[in-house]
């Protein structure tokens, strides 16, 4: 069973940087693109990019220009860090993975418990 | 950016009922559909996807259809643990997440 877990400052001051790591276990990091979701407190979903385990990576033209994700198949963990953050960027932020069809349709099929970050001014 | 658009935001419902939600794209997307329940302070699970496949695990009273821009989950009897908020993501393009629908016992 593949297990997700988040970890990162709870806190950050507005104007800085927002850093999380999403570690991997009971299965590879290999093969698989890896995700961060968002959830600010009683909205919905929004995607914020993935990235596979050779690096390469997608984010959300919404995002794009804050937000870069890195991953390390050696430790099996991956990465989001977000610029520049405001109140708007207060949320849970989710890691999971991502399982693909022959279709290309991209779904979320692990997901982790989440991690409460809140931007203070 | 592809918007999903979900119907009722909410609704409330009795142990038994038949439920359908319903999620709309602003454009085609094919199959490229998922849907995901989501239970307070939890992570979302995935339900559906691909429009109609049932994930590994998830009950068989979960079902889901559509295709193109209509898209619908059907609980056909719900259950005490039905009672959470339901979510459709497509990935036909950037992906994105329907507003959600929200169950509530009647």
């Known amino acids: 069973q593949v297990h997700l877990q988040e970890s990162g400052p709870g806190l950050v001051k507005a104007s800085e940087t927002l850093s999380l790591t999403c570690t991997v276990s009971?299965?590879?990091?290999?093969?698989?693109?890896w995700s961060w979701i968002r959830q600010p407190p009683e909205k919905g979903l929004e995607w914020i990019g993935y990235i596979h385990s050779s690096g390469s990576a997608n984010y959300n033209p919404s995002l794009k220009s804050r937000a870069t994700l890195s991953i390390d198949t050696s430790t099996s963990q991956f990465s989001l860090r977000l610029s520049s953050v405001t109140a708007a960027d207060t949320a849970m932020y989710y890691c999971a993975r991502v399982s693909t069809t022959v279709g290309a349709n991209h779904y979320f099929d692990y997901w982790g418990q989440g991690i409460l970050v809140t931007v203070s001014s | 950016d592809i918007q999903m658009t979900q119907s009722p935001s909410s609704l409330s419902a009795s142990i038994g009922d038949r439920v359908t939600i319903t999620c709309r794209a602003s454009q085609s997307i094919g199959r490229d559909l998922n849907w995901y329940q989501q239970k307070p302070g939890k992570g979302p699970n995935l339900l559906i996807y691909t429009a109609s496949n049932l994930q590994f695990g998830v009950p068989p009273r979960f079902s889901g259809s559509g295709s193109g821009t209509y898209f619908t989950l059907t609980i056909s009897s719900l259950q005490p643990e039905d009672f959470a908020t339901y979510y459709c993501?497509?990935?036909?393009?950037?992906?994105?997440f329907g507003g959600g629908t929200r169950v509530e016992m009647k």
């Open positions: 993501q497509q990935s036909f393009g950037s992906l994105t």
């Open positions: 009971g299965g590879s990091i290999s093969n698989y693109y």
